[in-house]
């Protein structure tokens, strides 16, 4: 599967963005989806996660309360809506699926499928 990340800009402090993760086939609704971010020098660090059926989601300590992960698997689509943005949240996200289990996973290492990242700027 090919997985595509849109939706970031530049924003200032205290703002909101989505971003979206586009699947490119519908057996893209057995795939859990993680969202991972990036800034240059530093680890992908995890954000966000949700399990195939979106029953089961989990967060970073850093976003639990200002962004949610949805999917909506009849247009391949996972979101990540992102609340009161920090500068501290500047990074490029990407987005990550893998179909070999159901649970939502913080582990980059138990994704095998990665899109090319958007970049989101928080401007303070």
């Known amino acids: 599967v090919q997985l595509q990340a849109s939706g970031g800009g530049l924003v200032q402090a205290g703002g909101s963005l989505r971003l979206s993760c586009a699947a490119s086939?519908?057996?893209?609704?057995?795939?859990?989806i993680g969202w991972f971010r990036q800034n240059p020098g530093k680890e992908r660090e995890f954000v966000a996660a949700?399990?195939?059926?979106?029953?089961?989601?989990t967060y970073a300590d850093s976003v639990k309360g200002r962004f949610t992960i949805s999917r909506d698997n009849a247009n391949n689509t996972v979101y990540l809506q992102m609340d009161t943005l920090k500068p501290e949240d500047t990074a490029v996200y990407y987005c990550?699926?893998?179909?070999?289990?159901?649970?939502?996973?913080?582990?980059?290492?138990?994704?095998?499928?990665w899109g090319q990242g958007t970049l989101v700027t928080v401007s303070s």
């Open positions: 086939e519908a057996t893209f609704r057995m795939y859990r």
């Open positions: 990550a699926g893998d179909p070999s289990l159901v649970s939502a996973s913080r582990n980059r290492n138990e994704y095998a499928y």
């Open positions: 949700i399990s195939r059926g979106g029953g089961s989601t």
